[in-house]
Structure formats: C-alpha cells, structure tokens
C-alpha cells in the first residue's frame, strides 16, 4: 500500500474552536474533560501556512481560535523582570518590547515568539505594584524603565513586525 494513499481524501479541517475566552469546543458543544483541555492548550502551534493548528508529537489538525492563542494566567515580580505562568503550562519572561493594550485596556504581550498572550484578570491583579498611571497614562515601572503599552487597535497582531 503506498502511505500517500492512507491520506487521500482526509482533511487537516475540524470543528473544534476555542473562544476568546480560552474554552474548547466541538461545534457547540463544549469541551471540559480537563485533561482534554490541558492537552488542547498544550498543543496550540502553527503550521507552515501560519494558520494555527493543534499539534502534538503524532499529528496535527486545524482549529478556529476566536481570541488569543496563549493567556497569561500568573506573574511573578523579579526586580525588574516579570515571570509569566502561561495557559500550555509553560513559564516565560515578559519581553517589555511587546506589551500592549486592547481598546479594553486588557495588556497582551508575545510569546514563544510572536504568539499573543492576554494577561487574564488574575495575572492583572498581581501586576498591581508594578502597575502605575500618571498623566500620560498607563505604565508598568520595572526597575528605573517606564514601560507604557500603547492601545493597539489589533492586540493580537505582533508588534514587533513592520506591515
């Protein structure tokens, strides 16, 4: 049997979909086995055409995401430096260059890269000693730097790449 045949005819296409909020689903019906979740969340990549997919070590296939790919869900204050807990359970540093705020003054930042990342209520909540607001607006002080995320009119666009 030629392996290309095994394929002919299947699609990378699903009908799962995560929303803006973070939760799975199956069309419309929700996905909550927590280890599937996890999994779910663990997976998140892109492929070579840069749509995202889920993909783990044996496979991988095409999901609609509504939101953002990866939530901060923690920090951690080190001096000057910002530890983040992310949603796939992966730890980060924030890259200050990166930060930015949605018209709904919620901050997002890359990971892995140039994947975006919503800080979640949680995570704002312990920013709070660093978070500052002066008359030029919002600023996080680290260290000595003011770092003031600009309002982006897409947060889930990179930041650092030039259109």
């Known amino acids: ?3 290309a045949s095994f394929l002919e005819g299947r699609s990378r296409e699903t009908k799962i979909r995560r929303d803006s909020q ?12 927590p280890n599937l979740v996890r999994a779910f969340d663990r997976w998140i990549d892109r492929a070579e ?14 999901f ?22 992310l949603s796939d359970d992966s730890t980060e540093q924030l890259d200050p260059a990166t930060l930015r705020q ?12 140039s994947m975006a990342a919503r800080f ?3 995570a704002m ?3 709070e000693p660093v978070l500052q607001q ?24 990179d930041p650092t790449r030039s259109a």
């Not at 973070?22 to 086995?33: S, V, Y």
């Not at 055409?49 to 095409?62: P, S, T």
């Not at 709904?104 to 892995?112: S, T």
């Open 1 to 3: 049997m030629d392996p």
């Open 22 to 33: 973070g939760r799975w689903f199956l069309e419309d019906d929700p996905l909550e086995h």
């Open 49 to 62: 055409d840069g749509r995202y997919c889920l993909k783990n070590d044996i496979n991988w296939a095409y």
């Open 64 to 85: 609609t995401l509504e939101g953002p790919p990866f939530f901060v869900r923690s920090v951690r204050l080190e001096g000057d430096k910002v530890a983040m807990s």
């Open 102 to 113: 949605g018209s709904d003054g919620a901050l997002y930042c890359n990971v892995r890269g």
């Open 120 to 122: 979640d209520r949680h």
């Open 125 to 127: 909540q312990q920013l």
């Open 134 to 157: 002066d008359d030029k607006g919002v600023y996080l002080a680290l260290g000595q730097a003011r770092i003031r995320p600009p309002v982006a009119s897409d947060p889930l666009a």
